[in-house]
């Protein structure tokens, strides 16, 4: 079974960018869809972004701000992120949806401060 190591997040000065990235320990190559998803206290879960077969799919409020990518060369999907808000400061996590259903890494904290 694939699994899913998320990095890259701390903490940033508004206006600021990072890089998360999503390391699978196996190929990802036969795995149609991966997205990114963020979760702030006290909120629910919400979906940031998606890619599937190179076709991407983003949040409303992160649209023009984030770009979602991935390397199967390097079993790895990246989420840039620039002009990062307060509003953006939450738990990101990583989801590969396989064949029995969805994988899920343990997410990264990211902190924008004002």
């Known amino acids: 079974q694939v699994q899913l190591v998320e990095s890259g997040g701390g903490l940033v000065q508004a206006g600021g960018s990072l890089r998360l990235s999503c390391a699978a320990s196996?190929?990802?190559?036969?795995?149609?869809?991966m997205g990114w998803y963020r979760q702030a206290p006290g909120k629910q879960r919400e979906l940031v972004a998606t890619i599937t077969s190179g076709r991407t799919n983003y949040a409303d409020s992160v649209k023009g701000r984030f770009t979602i990518s991935r390397d199967n060369a390097k079993n790895t999907m990246y989420l840039q992120m620039n002009s990062l808000k307060p509003e953006d400061t939450a738990v990101y996590l990583c989801k590969a949806v396989v064949w029995n259903g969805d994988l899920w890494g343990q997410g990264t904290q990211v902190t924008v401060s004002s």
């Open positions: 196996g190929s990802i190559y036969s795995i149609n869809t």
